[in-house]
């Protein structure tokens, strides 16, 4: 299976963009902006995965809540890739836990995430 075959397959199994997403990275100069958000990835139940792409030893990262708060319109769990996680947003929700202060949070994460999908091999 080549690499193409290999994402068109992924991206057709994931839905990644159902929550809101921000993208602007200005958000962390100003911390008005953050007021009022809740970033899915500072809060406790935003867990990283691993999922096999269905090659012998290969895998992508993946994100979910473990509360189960992401989901698609038919209630399937919906996963999301790991390089967006710092854009996921929602406007309320009554089981968000933050792990520690925002905007230092957002700015390493940020800094440490991949720019893009990447295959992890075992």
Not at 15 to 44: H, M, P, R, T
Not at 99 to 116: A, Q, Y
Request: net charge negative.
């Amino acid at each position: 299976m080549s690499k193409v075959e290999l994402e068109e397959r992924i991206d057709e199994n994931i839905d990644d963009y159902d929550i809101n997403q921000n993208d602007d990275q200005d958000d962390l100069d100003d911390q008005d902006d953050l007021e009022g958000k809740i970033f899915c990835a500072n809060c406790i139940h935003c867990v990283l995965v691993k999922m096999s792409t269905g090659v012998d030893g290969q895998y992508v990262l993946r994100v979910k809540c473990l509360s189960k708060k992401w989901k698609k319109k038919l209630g399937e769990e919906k996963i999301y890739k790991f390089f967006t996680v710092a854009r996921r947003t929602v406007d309320a929700c009554e089981l968000y836990e933050p792990m520690g202060d925002l905007k230092s949070f957002l700015k390493d994460l940020r800094k440490s995430l991949p720019i893009k999908d990447e295959v992890y091999y075992t």
